[in-house]
């Protein structure tokens, strides 16, 4: 069996949108920090004693929609290395309590890793980006650690992930908020492709993307954590719109959301500076200097509670763990 093992990404210039739904090419570049505090564990063996893919995550046997998924995955792998039996995968999440923030960029990333490895294949680390983004997209760039930038492309060849920073040598950090653990009403899949078709400001995403890339990595060349927060905020902001203008409008934010966003604001206000980011839930992401957080925490902390906060700093890339 071969063991990967792939850490969660969250994207300070957000995916939100294909342009080919089969092959996941998005419709714009995005950038994201990979964290060391949430990971998957993804172990593969390929079988000929199997009748059918067998798929344990957390300890449960998946079936339906979720195992179709990993499924679909499996065969895209078996094409590719001509490998005709079934699978035994075995996943496991690691977040720090059950804490809903088990993400499919972790999960692809170290199946697309395990997998290949199992079937034969040896994929450098732009092919294994490739192939995890047909899983899920933001997976594409759980291959990296640190800052990783998704170049969009055009087709499969030329829409794969890249390292911006992998060794993070500054003090950016992340606070995961954790509002909400009950599962999202409306999946990134499907809100994202909503937004494409109904909402009128999607054409200019593309504009705010364009420009908050660019701004984006000359924050992260002059490490100037305030400018990197700031436009991961503005940018996060700007896909929440894009949700609330599609037809039918909908929201990823409840009231906990709206009273982090101004508890952040306070904070900023009393001079402590730390920035948001949201993605298809509620939770909240903080981005601030290691130097800010002890406050940060013991603010937060106190209106949402201590157990509700987890510190996370910069992630590695992906590895295999055990063969
Ligand atoms: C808001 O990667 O989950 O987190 O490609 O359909 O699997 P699929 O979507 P997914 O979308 C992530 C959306 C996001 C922003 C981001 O990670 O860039």
Known sequence: MITARAHTNIALVKYW???????????TDSLSLTLNEFYADTSVEFRDDLTADHIEIDGHVVTGHVADKVINFLNIIRKMSEKNSYANVISTNHVPVSAGLASSASAFAALATAASKAAGLELDRRDLSRLARRGSG???????????????????LTSFAEPIMENVDFGIEMIALL???????????QGMQSSVETSPYYPAWHKVVAHDMVA?????????????????EENALRMHALTL???????????ETIRAI????????QGISCYYTMDAGPNVKVIYDRKNRSKI?????????????IVSKPGPGVKIISK
């Open 179 to 189: 509002l909400n653990t009950s599962k999202k009403k409306v999946s990134s899949r």
């Open 138 to 156: 933001s997976a594409t760039r759980s291959i990296y650690g640190g800052l990783v930038e998704w170049h969009r492309g055009t087709d499969d």
């Open 262 to 269: 101004q508890a952040i604001n306070d904070l900023r206000s």
């Open 297 to 309: 925490i013991e603010y937060l902390g106190k209106l949402f509670g201590q157990e509700k906060l």
């Open 17 to 27: 949108g294909k342009k080919d739904q089969k092959l996941i090419i998005p419709q």
């Open 216 to 232: 984006m990595k000359k924050a992260i060349n002059n490490q100037d954590i305030d400018q990197i927060g700031h436009i991961a």
């Open 245 to 255: 203008s599609a037809d039918p409008g909908y929201t990823y934010f409840n009231g």
